[in-house]
């Protein structure tokens, strides 16, 4: 019998691609060759993707908010056989948001290249499943206020503390900005917020919504970057309205790839590493519960 040259055998790097295009609902070629594939060849990774998508694991499609290249989100049948737990509370598979979403695909690549980010959890990701493990003790707030994302962090060695991910495309109106601001202030389980912005006028106006509604408050939650210094900079300076920071540094690329941490020279997120004393208090305190 003549074997189907189209049939395809479910790898775990296979695998792999599809817990990734859940956790993001939508990845461009590119950046599935750099996240998931490293060790591929190009020609091997555009091969590949044609295969799963003769055989409807996954759809990929061109766009303008893709810059004309082709994008890739993952099919159900994937979802149900290989990722599913029974106990998915949403599921979305497919991005109603392509260009904001494939940036958040780049913010969280580059978390990733740091050994200070032990884990990172996309909004697809807390959605879906919704539950505590031992790798990620706290989802809950996080899923009430349908964050962008929640990063666990190394702080002082073994200790942690995790942060919401804000990731904002476009200029809103104000009354949108303090409905955000509003809502993580009152949540006491999220001490930071890392917001990054794409424009200069977004962190205009937030930031000044949150001195005018917050300004009493003991430490500003909201801590700022560009996205372009993000993607492009190997230290992360994220800044508060009051000019304290929280820097991340020391990121483990070497050639395109994700490096381990040496034991002589892997970097941690040192409480001296930010300089707002009252919130250092209170990481310290978190950290040592």
Known sequence: MRRNRDQVTVRKDDIDLFSYLHASKIARTDQIHRDVWKQKSEAAVYKRLWRLERQKYVKGSIS????????????????????SNGEDYRIELKSDSVAHDLELVDIRSK??????????????????????NSTFPVVEPFVELNSDGAILLQIAGAKKIVAAVEFEAA??????????????????????V??????????????????????????PKFFYI???????????????????????????IKD?????????????????DCTAPKLKNFLQMKADR
């Not at 990733?112 to 909004?123: A, D, I, P, V």
């Open 64 to 83: 303008n908010e893709s810059s004309r290249k082709k994008a890739f989100h993952l099919m159900k049948k994937s979802f149900d056989s290989y990722l």
């Open 171 to 192: 200029r809103k109106f104000a009354n949108r900005y303090r409905e955000i601001l509003s809502r993580y202030y009152s949540e006491g389980r999220i001490a930071i």
């Open 111 to 132: 978390f990733n290249m740091f050994h200070e980010c032990e884990s990172y959890l996309s909004e697809n990701e807390l959605q879906t499943w919704r539950t505590s």
């Open 256 to 272: 395109n790839t994700v490096q381990p941490p040496s034991s002589a020279g892997h970097s941690k997120i040192e409480l001296e």
């Open 226 to 252: 560009a996205l372009n210094e993000l993607k492009q900079k190997s230290t992360l300076k994220f800044i508060n309205w009051r000019r304290e920071f929280i820097t991340i540094e020391k990121c483990r």
């Open 194 to 219: 890392l917001y990054i912005f794409s424009d200069i006028s977004v962190l205009k106006r937030v930031r000044r919504e949150e001195e005018k509604m917050f300004k009493n408050e003991e430490e």
